[in-house]
Structure formats: structure tokens, C-alpha cells
């Protein structure tokens, strides 16, 4: 073991965008875009319409921390980045001086800094800050040491992760592909109403009938009519989990708030009492819609349990299948959202009147919806078990990393 100041192996902030660049057009990425190493989002710029901050580069292998609300943990390790990729100035850019890169693995490097001791400790000098937003300086990290075994093993160390990594990011990406493919065809069914007629055939583009329908300003299939949202789902609220607390005794449950919505359970997930009703109860493959400020749908997909007030869970009205009642109403929160922007407002929360008031177009037989399902059913099965492995996989590599870190067990 060797010991290390960050700011002796490593150069901070190495390089920024400069006039002899030459760039014309930036993929850029802000701070809110990666969280724990996943990019959920950049953005092709032409480098004159870019904001101020997008200047720093990057390159192979670079390390980015974002400087703002660090406990939001968005961090990462850039794997051979394109030449106009540019990040934010909220991150600091982290890259191995060029002597070093035989005695330490980056990747290894990033598994340090973003171990729970590192990201709580950089978040308490953070919360200390006299700015607007907790914050930490570049110095905050460069003044860290840390000690690192052999390469060899920091290398083994780091293939266990990247190994992880891929096999996490791949099946993200299924779910993702398989969410896509499921959503084209119910778009080709149900939006462009080409769904399949009694010979087998698409019904609008085989010339099936059509009639105007004054409430959805369209023309709708013959046998069709405007209903709403609670004509197909019934949306049932969460509780105050607060006041259901575990007794000492009990198995408690995790609380799904709008939080575990988006990262699942942690282990700062609030508890509940297993003695609450079947109807809060949330199990895998149930859909969720959270009313309140973040109008969101999902595929839970997280394991058992209660469900915190500002989530609805939805189920079935009038037995109409899961499918068709989830991408309804994944349509028309896109509807919501659109009102909201156009009214240059934020839509604040989603009541039982608003669901009343939709307007969606369901056909009077629902045997097309239930041939729809047979379709559907089985992506969702593939979706919900992919992120159960995804889950497995992220328990497993977080409680094994520290372990290999410490010395508690060796790769053999």
C-alpha cells in the first residue's frame, strides 16, 4: 500500500474551451445528467448557442464531480468521450498526471472517491458552505489521500466494477428498447387506430370507418366513444406513512415515495407497517403515478411495499388489462404537462376531478384492448425481471467493492 494526496497524482479542471478550438458543434453535458455513473441525458449544441457554462473538456477516463448539492451524486468516469464532448463548469474534472498511470487505475481512483465515507464526508463540508447551494471547491477534493495496493489489484478491482457496470447498462438498455417497441405498437393501435381488423389488417389504412368526435376534436373508429381516465383505472391514493410507523415487533415495509420512484430502495428509504391496507400495498409490476409537482408513470419493478400519500397506484376499472389503461395514461400526463407549459405554469398536483375531466378515446368493446395485452403482458414480465437483476446486481456489486477495497476478501 501506497499513500497519495489527490492533488499530487492528479491535474483539476485541466483544460477549458478556448477560441483556437474551432468547435462548432458540442455534446454537452450538465451536472443534473449523470448520476452514479449513468448519463441520462446530453445535448447537441452549435457551440454559439451553448450556455456560458459549457466549457471544460475532457477526455479518456476523466473523472467529473459535480461541486453543487454533492449529495445528489452526480459523479462519473468518462469512457473515451468524443473530442467536442464538453461538461459543465458545476463539475470538477478530474485526470491522472501522466506518471502515474502505471501505478494507479483511474477507474480505481473513481471506486475511492465515491465510496459512502468520501461522498458523506465531501457532503458535510458542502451543507458548511456560505453560498446559495451546498458547494464544495475543487480544493475540498484535491487535499484527500487515500492509499492504493498494487496496480495489479486495483486493476482486478476495477474489472469486477466494469464488469458489473455492463451488465447493468445493458439490461437498461433492453428495458429501454423494450419499453420503446411496446409503446410504437400501442401508438400504432390506439393513436393512429391501425390496430387489427377482422381480416388481420390495419382498420384505419384498410379503410375502416371513422366518425368525428366533437369532445376529442378527431376522427375516432366506429364503435368507439370519449371516455376519461377513470372510466379505465381506478386510482387509488397512498398514505401518510408517518403516522403508520413499524412497532418493534414487526417487519416493516419500505415507503415508495416519489424518491424510490426514481432510485428504488436505499437504505435511507423511510419504514411503514406491514398492517396497512392491501390497497397501499405495492408489488412488482404495478403501476404507480405520482400527482403531486412530479407528474411521473411507472412499472414498479423494486420489491414490496407501502405507498406514501402523492402516488397513486393504479389498477383496473372495468376490467380493462394493465396495458392499455398504463400507456393511456402515460399518454395523457404528457397532456398535462403540455397545458402546464403552454399556460406558462407548473401543473402543482393532479386531482381525482382532473382524471375526471381527461378525454380519451375507448373503444366500446374491449376485446381490441385485451388482444393488445397478450401482446404487451409479456415485455412488461421481461421489463420488471430485467430490473430486478438490475437491482441484484447493484446490491451485490456495492456490498462486494468494499469488501475487495479493504482487504476483507482477495480475488484469488
Not at 458548511?128 to 477534493?141: H, L, R
Not at 420503446?180 to 381488423?197: E, G, H, I, S
Not at 376534436?217 to 368507439?224: A, F, L, S, Y
Request: glycine share 4%; aromatic share 10%.
Amino acid at each position: 500500500m501506497k499513500k497519495y494526496k489527490l492533488g499530487e497524482i492528479a491535474d483539476f479542471n485541466v483544460k477549458a474551451i478556448s477560441k483556437s478550438d474551432s468547435l462548432q458543434e458540442i455534446i454537452y453535458l450538465d451536472t443534473s445528467s449523470i448520476t452514479e455513473n449513468v448519463i441520462s441525458d446530453t445535448i447537441i449544441i452549435n457551440i454559439e448557442d451553448a450556455p456560458s457554462r459549457a466549457q471544460r473538456r475532457v477526455k479518456n477516463n476523466t473523472i467529473i464531480y459535480s461541486t453543487v448539492r454533492p449529495r445528489l451524486k452526480h459523479y462519473g468516469i468518462l469512457n473515451n468521450p468524443q473530442t467536442n464532448f464538453i461538461v459543465s463548469t458545476g463539475f470538477v474534472t478530474i485526470d491522472l498526471k501522466e506518471q502515474y498511470k502505471q501505478i494507479i487505475d483511474p477507474r480505481y481512483l473513481y471506486l475511492l472517491l465515491t465510496q459512502s465515507t468520501i461522498t458523506e464526508y465531501i457532503g458535510n463540508i458542502a451543507d458548511t458552505a456560505v453560498s446559495a447551494y451546498p458547494s464544495i471547491n475543487p480544493a475540498d477534493i484535491s487535499s484527500l489521500s487515500f492509499n492504493f495496493p498494487s496496480f495489479d489489484l486495483q486493476k482486478s478491482v476495477a474489472d469486477i466494477w466494469e464488469n458489473y457496470d455492463k451488465k447493468i447498462v445493458l439490461n437498461r438498455q433492453i428495458n429501454q428498447n423494450l419499453e420503446a417497441m411496446a409503446k410504437q405498437l400501442y401508438d400504432y393501435w390506439f393513436v393512429q387506430f391501425d390496430f387489427p381488423n377482422e381480416e388481420g389488417k390495419p382498420y384505419k389504412s384498410s379503410g375502416g370507418e371513422m366518425v368525428w368526435n366533437d369532445k376529442l376534436k378527431r376522427n375516432i373508429p366506429v364503435g368507439w366513444h370519449c371516455g376519461n381516465l377513470s372510466e379505465i383505472a381506478v386510482f387509488t391514493n397512498g398514505l401518510a406513512c408517518q403516522k403508520f410507523r413499524p412497532k418493534a415487533d414487526e417487519v416493516p415495509l419500505p415507503v415508495i415515495k416519489i424518491r424510490e420512484m426514481h432510485d428504488g430502495i436505499s437504505i435511507d428509504t423511510e419504514e411503514v407497517t406491514s398492517n396497512i391496507p392491501e390497497s397501499v400495498k405495492v408489488y412488482n409490476g404495478d403501476v404507480l403515478f405520482s400527482w403531486s409537482a412530479s407528474l411521473e408513470v411507472m412499472l414498479w419493478a423494486y420489491g414490496l411495499g407501502g405507498l406514501n400519500q402523492h402516488i397513486f397506484k393504479v389498477t383496473s376499472a372495468n376490467d380493462f388489462p394493465k396495458s392499455f389503461y398504463y400507456f393511456q395514461l402515460l399518454d395523457y400526463v404528457d397532456v398535462f404537462k403540455k397545458m402546464a407549459e403552454a399556460r406558462k405554469t407548473t401543473m402543482g398536483h393532479i386531482t381525482q376531478d382532473h382524471l375526471q375531466q381527461s378525454t380519451i378515446a375507448i373503444p366500446d368493446n374491449k376485446d381490441i384492448a385485451d388482444k393488445f395485452e397478450k401482446l404487451i403482458s409479456p415485455i412488461f414480465k421481461q421489463v420488471v425481471k430485467l430490473q430486478e437483476e438490475i437491482s441484484n446486481l447493484i446490491k451485490q456489486r456495492d456490498e462486494l467493492l468494499p469488501l475487495l477495497m479493504n482487504g476483507q476478501i482477495t480475488i484469488e
